[in-house]
């Protein structure tokens, strides 16, 4: 089709003042304004730090959604990396979107933040080069990459108002590290600013972060645009270069106001200029996508995205623990019938990524016990599988939306929108759904019949249920409005007459959820109705101007021991036991923090039951940021899953049954409890302040230094064969020290093995690490078979720190130990360099 690049230039000139200031916030939730007298067009934003939305939250396109961030680290495979990116490019065309709001390259600071699992990594090497080289696929499509959150937002609690304090060191070498590297490596074409304030200032209002250290330290291009809801000011964040208000409508850059600013030279029109400058240099950045602007929606479909994504999948996951080699499992049975129990709240529940803007409808999505499944059937189902929950995990009730069914037997929750309330005779029916979940955000439901913007409208979610043994079950309701379940006519859960505050919805905004009980008989068919009024019948605010939503499910209501009761006699009965446990996006969330590294309920419990019965027990953990594990040094097997995406349930099978030996390796360290945690003591809003207190020791650089102990360390994995690394070589000159190893696999699997290397200075000036990772490089190497591994870094990144009372990066004059192996606390090479001077810089 082909695009004219606009001439901004010419732009700047022809354009009104009145104009250009509304080119300087969204349109709306998703889009920028367009000029079209001047044919500027509105380009098209859509999140995607793990998969790409879309412009709907309710009853949106479905989409490939990708393993989680920190998973995506742990592949430690740049080239793979770059492969995610592309997808995330491509599909991004098919939902229209210029822009992705992602990646996200934050520090996981601490276990305990909400968005830890979204982000890469503890350590800002690592978090870069995931960025940039996801970046790079993405770009590679000509779809942008938005870089957020740019910078320190690394807490959930009082995120908008929350001071970050820290020094210009660890400011500089741990917090702005990752985003140096993206920008170096990428360029990504834009870059969200962080919520938070930095030492006194919000980023989004910053000079002397988004001014002096973005646009004249750095040189970057691209446009800044703020968080949504992310801007604090008119005239500061104008001057500071904030260049884009999202989303629109605007709050802060009115056209009345803000003109009246400029005409009274509050704002000076070379303020206005620039920063129109930027936003029209990201539409022309868009336009080389060559998106139609009457693109349909659509979902990704194509076999080859699945295989992408189970290849993320399968090189994500770490095996942390294979005593007496009890993996990989065998498909087919060795001796007789052998059974196989598969037991825990993740099983049969498919956690493909965490909570909030990360969350979307995926496509499919494969749950761990129909992984196995399929392996076995593969095997000619000669091995029995068995199952038993063991435990309950869920927050609120779970979603039904594949437990229901409507009249003619399909799967979901009916939908159907009124204009009147339950009981007005004759109700004026508006819309009809069959959706895939009932945990429904309506924040964008809108339809023909209902005037714009009316917020008041009434919806009945129903289905009907067949449960498969007689008990007790619990009905519950969360929701941002009303609502009321009825179970064949009778009321069982209000959520209506009375209302508490909770925290449903990543918005903060909604009710608890209000449950009740009603005893069910097997193979009896009952209808289940959630009738809801949407945020205007809302009983604990009047003001709110959010349509609402509801969050709707129920389960079996059963005493915790009477589960683990069940689950240990299951696994009695068995050879092997695979226990599927962890966290789910209810707990790990963009909203809110964790408040403590424990798994939520009676998981521990289980474990340690299930290990007094059968020792043949392997654990598959999935969450998205360390746990603790109390039970770590009985099991003979533990893997970690992460978030994994529609995949997830193939990808842990894979590994389990040796179909893809693990080469995954720890994007963070696994402390034993949290207390050991560098930022222990300083972690959330303390008064709105939080303290970085640990200073450039995040991770492993703490750990290291003052000798602790961890359950795991960072970059930490096995693997199904064994390899060694040997002959190292190092050579540096004034500019770059080259380093070079042999990897060889010494044992009887093809596998891939990560070489890390770390750099130590041997008589430091200031207090360091014991020694930081400056690069990697992943290799496949057959049995027998050796490769070699060479990398090059620069001399200014291999030895520098901030040296704060020159305000530059330093690198001295002096001796450095290359410390190789496969881990950080298994080095096994050792080489050094000189360096002849030194030098201070400043830049990329």
Same mark, same amino acid.
């Given at each position: 089709?082909?695009?004219?690049?606009?001439?901004?230039?010419?732009?700047?000139?022809?354009?009104?003042?009145?104009?250009?200031?509304?080119?300087?916030?969204?349109?709306?939730?998703?889009?920028?304004?367009?000029?079209?007298?001047?044919?500027?067009?509105?380009?098209?934003?859509?999140?995607?730090?793990?998969?790409?939305?879309?412009?709907?939250?309710?009853?949106?396109?479905?989409?490939?959604?990708?393993?989680?961030?920190?998973?995506?680290?742990?592949?430690?495979?740049?080239?793979?990396?770059?492969?995610?990116?592309?997808?995330?490019?491509?599909?991004?065309?098919?939902?229209?979107?210029?822009?992705?709001?992602? /990646?996200?390259?934050?520090?996981?600071?601490?276990?305990?933040?909400?968005?830890?699992?979204?982000?890469?990594?503890?350590?800002?090497?690592?978090?870069?080069?995931?960025?940039?080289?996801?970046?790079?696929?993405?770009?590679?499509?000509?779809?942008?990459?938005?870089?957020?959150?740019?910078?320190?937002?690394?807490?959930?609690?009082?995120?908008?108002?929350?001071?970050?304090?820290?020094?210009?060191?660890?400011?500089?070498?741990?917090?702005?590290? /990752?985003?140096?590297?993206?920008?170096?490596?990428?360029?990504?074409?834009?870059?969200?600013?962080?919520?938070?304030?930095?030492?006194?200032?919000?980023?989004?209002?910053?000079?002397?972060?988004?001014?002096?250290?973005? +646009?004249?330290?750095?040189?970057?291009?691209?446009?800044?645009?703020?968080?949504?809801?992310?801007?604090?000011?008119?005239?500061?964040?104008?001057?500071?270069?904030?260049?884009?208000?999202?989303?629109?409508?605007?709050?802060?850059?009115?056209?009345?106001?803000?003109?009246?600013?400029?005409?009274?030279?509050?704002?000076?029109?070379?303020?206005?200029?620039?920063?129109?400058?930027?936003?029209?240099?990201?539409?022309?950045?868009?336009?080389?996508?060559?998106?139609?602007?009457?693109?349909?929606?659509?979902?990704?479909?194509?076999?080859?995205?699945?295989?992408?994504?189970?290849?993320?999948?399968?090189?994500?996951?770490?095996?942390?623990?294979?005593?007496?080699?009890?993996?990989?499992?065998?498909?087919?049975?060795?001796?007789?019938?052998?059974?196989?129990?598969?037991?825990?709240?993740?099983?049969?529940?498919?956690?493909?990524?965490?909570?909030?803007?990360?969350?979307?409808?995926? +496509?499919?999505?494969?749950?761990?016990?129909?992984?196995?499944?399929?392996?076995?059937?593969?095997?000619?189902?000669?091995?029995?599988?068995?199952?038993?929950?063991?435990?309950?995990?869920?927050?609120?009730?779970?979603?039904?939306?594949?437990?229901?069914?409507?009249?003619?037997?399909?799967?979901?929750?009916?939908?159907?929108?009124?204009?009147?309330?339950?009981?007005?005779?004759?109700?004026?029916?508006?819309?009809?759904?069959?959706?895939?979940?009932?945990?429904?955000?309506?924040?964008?439901?809108?339809?023909?019949?209902?005037?714009?913007?009316?917020?008041?409208?009434?919806?009945?979610?129903?289905?009907?249920?067949?449960?498969?043994?007689?008990?007790?079950?619990?009905?519950?309701?969360?929701?941002?409005?009303?609502?009321?379940?009825?179970?064949?006519?009778?009321?069982?859960?209000?959520?209506?007459?009375?209302?508490?505050?909770?925290?449903?919805?990543?918005?903060?905004?909604?009710?608890?959820?209000?449950?009740?009980?009603?005893?069910?008989?097997?193979?009896?068919?009952?209808?289940?109705?959630?009738?809801?009024?949407?945020?205007?019948?809302?009983?604990?605010?009047?003001?709110?101007?959010?349509?609402?939503?509801?969050?709707?499910?129920?389960?079996?209501?059963?005493?915790?021991?009477?589960?683990?009761?069940?689950?240990?006699?299951?696994?009695?009965?068995?050879?092997?036991?695979?226990?599927?446990?962890?966290?789910?996006?209810?707990?790990?969330?963009?909203?809110?923090?964790?408040?403590?590294?424990?798994?939520?309920?009676?998981?521990?419990?289980?474990?340690?039951?299930?290990?007094?019965?059968?020792?043949?027990?392997?654990?598959?953990?999935?969450?998205?940021?360390?746990?603790?594990?109390?039970?770590?040094?009985?099991?003979?097997?533990?893997?970690?899953?992460?978030?994994?995406?529609?995949?997830?349930?193939?990808?842990?099978?894979?590994?389990?049954?040796?179909?893809?030996?693990?080469?995954?390796?720890?994007?963070?360290?696994?402390?034993?409890?949290?207390?050991?945690?560098?930022?222990?003591?300083?972690?959330?809003?303390?008064?709105?302040?939080?303290?970085?207190?640990?200073?450039?020791?995040?991770?492993?650089?703490?750990?290291?230094?003052?000798?602790?102990?961890?359950?795991?360390?960072?970059?930490?994995?096995?693997?199904?064969?064994?390899?060694?690394?040997?002959?190292?070589?190092?050579?540096?000159?004034?500019?770059?020290?080259?380093?070079?190893?042999?990897?060889?696999?010494?044992?009887?699997?093809?596998?891939?093995?990560?070489?890390?290397?770390?750099?130590?200075?041997?008589?430091?000036?200031?207090?360091?690490?014991?020694?930081?990772?400056?690069?990697?490089?992943?290799?496949?190497?057959? /049995?027998?078979?050796?490769?070699?591994?060479?990398?090059?870094?620069?001399?200014?990144?291999?030895?520098?720190?901030?040296?704060?009372?020159?305000?530059?990066?330093?690198?001295?004059?002096?001796?450095?130990?290359?410390?190789?192996?496969?881990?950080?606390?298994?080095?096994?090479?050792?080489?050094?360099?000189?360096?002849?001077?030194?030098?201070?810089?400043?830049?990329?």
């Amino acid at each position: 089709m082909g695009v004219q690049e606009l001439d901004i230039d010419r732009l700047i000139e022809e354009l009104t003042i009145p104009e250009k200031i509304s080119l300087l916030a969204g349109k709306d939730f998703w889009h920028t304004v367009p000029i079209p007298r001047l044919n500027i067009p509105s380009i098209r934003v859509s999140d995607g730090p793990n998969g790409i939305r879309g412009t709907k939250f309710f009853d949106s396109v479905p989409s490939n959604c990708f393993p989680c961030g920190t998973g995506l680290a742990a592949t430690f495979n740049k080239d793979l990396l770059v492969e995610a990116g592309e997808l995330m490019g491509k599909e991004a065309k098919m939902k229209g979107a210029h822009v992705i709001l992602g /990646p996200t390259s934050n520090i996981v600071r601490s276990p305990l933040g909400g968005r830890a699992f979204e982000s890469y990594s503890e350590d800002p090497l690592l978090s870069g080069h995931a960025a940039s080289h996801i970046i790079k696929g993405m770009q590679n499509e000509n779809v942008v990459a938005c870089l957020k959150h740019f910078v320190c937002n690394d807490q959930e609690d009082d995120r908008r108002g929350v001071d970050t304090l820290l020094t210009d060191r660890a400011f500089r070498e741990i917090y702005l590290k /990752p985003f140096q590297i993206a920008l170096r490596d990428a360029d990504p074409g834009a870059l969200m600013t962080a919520y938070n304030k930095v030492n006194g200032v919000h980023v989004a209002e910053s000079k002397e972060i988004l001014t002096d250290i973005l +646009r004249k330290e750095w040189k970057y291009e691209g446009a800044t645009l703020s968080d949504w809801f992310g801007t604090y000011s008119t005239k500061q964040a104008l001057e500071a270069g904030l260049n884009l208000e999202m989303p629109g409508p605007t709050r802060f850059r009115l056209a009345l106001q803000t003109l009246h600013d400029v005409q009274s030279n509050r704002i000076n029109t070379s303020v206005i200029d620039e920063n129109v400058r930027y936003v029209l240099k990201l539409v022309n950045r868009a336009l080389k996508a060559d998106i139609p602007e009457d693109v349909v929606e659509s979902a990704n479909e194509d076999a080859s995205a699945s295989a992408i994504l189970r290849k993320v999948g399968d090189e994500s996951i770490v095996l942390l623990k294979n005593e007496g080699n009890i993996l990989p499992l065998s498909k087919t049975a060795v001796k007789g019938q052998e059974k196989i129990a598969v037991i825990g709240p993740n099983a049969k529940v498919a956690q493909d990524s965490g909570g909030g803007s990360a969350s979307l409808t995926t +496509r499919y999505k494969i749950t761990p016990w129909e992984g196995i499944k399929n392996k076995i059937e593969e095997g000619g189902n000669t091995v029995k599988l068995e199952y038993a929950l063991g435990a309950f995990l869920d927050k609120c009730l779970p979603d039904v939306g594949d437990i229901l069914v409507n009249e003619k037997g399909e799967k979901g929750v009916t939908a159907k929108f009124y204009k009147h309330a339950p009981g007005v005779e004759n109700r004026e029916l508006v819309d009809e759904y069959l959706l895939k979940t009932s945990k429904l955000f309506l924040s964008d439901f809108t339809s023909a019949k209902l005037p714009t913007g009316q917020l008041l409208f009434y919806a009945d979610f129903s289905g009907y249920f067949i449960p498969e043994e007689s008990a007790n079950y619990d009905f519950g309701a969360s929701c941002l409005g009303t609502a009321q379940i009825f179970v064949d006519g009778k009321l069982v859960a209000d959520n209506k007459t009375k209302q508490t505050k909770g925290d449903a919805f990543f918005l903060g905004l909604g009710t608890r959820e209000e449950r009740g009980t009603i005893f069910l008989e097997k193979g009896k068919k009952y209808h289940v109705v959630c009738e809801f009024g949407s945020s205007p019948t809302y009983t604990l605010d009047d003001t709110c101007q959010e349509i609402g939503g509801v969050f709707f499910g129920f389960g079996i209501n059963s005493p915790d021991d009477v589960e683990i009761m069940k689950a240990v006699e299951v696994a009695k009965s068995v050879d092997k036991v695979v226990l599927v446990v962890g966290l789910s996006k209810e707990w790990e969330s963009e909203g809110f923090d964790r408040p403590d590294m424990d798994i939520p309920g009676f998981t521990n419990e289980l474990v340690e039951e299930v290990l007094k019965v059968n020792k043949n027990v392997v654990v598959v953990n999935q969450s998205g940021s360390p746990v603790t594990m109390p039970w770590a040094d009985k099991v003979p097997a533990l893997v970690h899953a992460w978030y994994g995406g529609n995949e997830l349930g193939n990808t842990i099978a894979d590994v389990l049954f040796g179909d893809v030996n693990p080469s995954g390796k720890l994007s963070m360290s696994f402390p034993k409890k949290i207390q050991d945690n560098p930022s222990y003591l300083n972690f959330g809003s303390n008064n709105g302040q939080v303290w970085y207190g640990e200073d450039v020791f995040v991770g492993y650089r703490y750990y290291e230094k003052i000798g602790k102990d961890v359950l795991f360390p960072f970059g930490f994995g096995l693997s199904y064969t064994t390899f060694e690394i040997k002959d190292l070589v190092v050579k540096a000159d004034d500019q770059n020290v080259a380093i070079s190893v042999n990897v060889t696999n010494t044992g009887k699997v093809a596998g891939s093995e990560t070489v890390q290397v770390y750099i130590q200075e041997v008589k430091p000036s200031i207090n360091r690490p014991v020694k930081e990772l400056k690069d990697f490089g992943k290799v496949f190497v057959k /049995p027998g078979e050796t490769k070699a591994v060479n990398l090059t870094i620069s001399i200014k990144e291999a030895t520098s720190f901030w040296n704060g009372y020159h305000s530059k990066w330093e690198s001295s004059k002096g001796k450095y130990n290359v410390l190789v192996g496969n881990s950080s606390d298994n080095i096994t090479n050792e080489g050094s360099f000189e360096t002849s001077k030194t030098f201070y810089w400043l830049g990329l």
